[in-house]
């Protein structure tokens, strides 16, 4: 059922919905390059494709990036997994922890730092893991990455250290 919408827009009612915020209220708009339907959300505003070609637009890839994460695949099996490639996988990973929101570091509180060691692509490239814990509720705080230097340990000391109060 097509009927007009401001004269310029039809709105669009084949029982499809908003990925981003399940509405119906849609309106078709314009099309891709490639010749496909672009629609645009009446509620949250947000323009849209229903078949995208390349997976990486696909409204639950970050869902199933960190699922994948947690469960331990490496980047290239996770890329190949998703059939998106790595260099994308990468940049995504990048804005998906830059929207994490760091815990903080309580007054009162107790917290334990311990390193790990890892490599980045070959084993004489060794890079370390410096991390604070939250003694009680086991959650990292701070973290460094770099080489086993005073300089990384300092970084996590220092944070811990600047915090309202520092039991280490």
């Not at 995208?52 to 699922?67: G, P, R």
């Not at 701070?142 to 280490?168: M, Q, Y």
């Amino acid at each position: 059922m097509k009927k007009e919408n401001d004269g310029s827009c039809f709105r669009f009612g084949d029982g499809y919905k908003c990925p981003i915020c399940e509405s119906q209220e849609l309106v078709k708009n314009g099309k891709t390059s490639t010749g496909k339907q672009r629609y645009n959300c009446k509620e949250c505003k947000k323009r849209f494709i229903i078949d995208y070609t390349y997976n990486a637009y696909k409204s639950n890839i970050d869902q199933q990036i960190v699922l994948f994460t947690k469960e331990g695949l490496g980047i290239r099996s996770t890329a190949r997994v998703l059939q998106i490639s790595a260099t994308t996988l990468l940049k995504r990973i990048i804005t998906i922890a830059s929207h994490i929101a760091q815990p903080p570091i309580v007054k009162g509180r107790t917290y334990e730092v311990d390193e790990m060691r890892t490599y980045i692509g070959k084993k004489s490239r060794l890079r370390w893991i410096v991390y604070a814990l939250d003694r009680e509720s086991r959650a990292v705080v701070d973290f460094n990455v770099g080489r086993r230097t005073n300089r990384t340990l300092n970084r996590v000391i220092t944070s811990l250290e600047l915090s309202p109060s520092h039991r280490i």
